[in-house]
């Protein structure tokens, strides 16, 4: 039988279509078959809140200090991970992208024992719009120890009325902004973070390791903290850092 070079580059042809089929099927069902987190017992569940436009440094500034915790011994330490409105990659400020631990609007999500909020691009705008993001924050606070923001992720906080009996903080340039948002809240200025009850405000930025290092003084006291600090090479004491505590 005579072959022609036009029945060559048929054949081929089919041939390169049937090879493409097969990993295309593959990612799809990788991309449906997700394998959710393992968390240890008897650690504090951290869960932070991440979305499109999130800003790296407060997300992995205090996700550095909490994750380093179980590198320590004698100490309930953290179990880190991340929950977004989606199972898919989210993409940060800076271009980062980022696989979600747990999908809040559809996975069955462990109990939270302290939200960290980092400051996303959108917090002072369309996010503060919300509903479903700002529901599941208010679901959270019912049994959390804890609640943390840094940088605008205090907007996220206030707009789901849980800094109303509290005094709070935020980025530096974004106080005045704040304060006409929520003329109603005690807003503190000039230092990098305020504690009051089980909430935690920071100015955020390269403080997010202050606020998140702060915490850890208040769960495992100095010389676990200095440890920590130490691990990622952090000059820490909290006498020298502007910051305000109330009851």
Request: charge should be neutral.
């Amino acid at each position: 039988m005579k072959i022609t070079l036009y029945s060559i580059l048929v054949i081929l042809t089919l041939i390169g279509c049937n090879l493409k089929t097969e990993p295309e099927h593959s990612n799809k069902k990788d991309m449906t078959d997700r394998a959710l987190p393992k968390l240890s017992p008897n650690r504090y569940n951290v869960a932070f809140l991440i979305m499109d436009g999130t800003f790296n440094t407060e997300f992995t500034a205090p996700y550095d200090i909490f994750q380093h915790t179980k590198f320590r011994k004698n100490i309930k330490a953290m179990n880190t991970f991340t929950i977004a409105n989606t199972p898919n990659p989210i993409t940060t400020f800076e271009g980062v992208r980022v696989l979600p631990d747990f999908d809040y609007t559809q996975d069955s999500i462990p109990k939270i024992d302290i939200l960290v909020i980092p400051s996303a691009e959108h917090h002072l705008d369309s996010d503060l719009k919300d509903t479903t993001m700002l529901n599941f924050v208010k679901k959270v606070d019912q049994q959390a120890l804890y609640i943390t923001s840094h940088c605008d992720g205090a907007f996220v906080l206030a707009k789901a009325g849980l800094l109303n009996n509290v005094t709070s903080t935020t980025f530096p340039g974004d106080i005045k902004k704040y304060k006409e948002t929520f003329p109603h809240l005690k807003v503190k200025d000039s230092v990098f973070f305020v504690h009051q009850n089980k909430y935690i405000t920071s100015a955020g930025g390269a403080k997010s390791f202050e606020a998140a290092l702060y915490l850890c003084e208040v769960l495992y006291g100095k010389e676990i903290t200095q440890s920590l600090a130490g691990g990622l090479v952090i000059d820490w004491n909290l006498d020298k850092v502007p910051h305000l505590i109330l009851p």
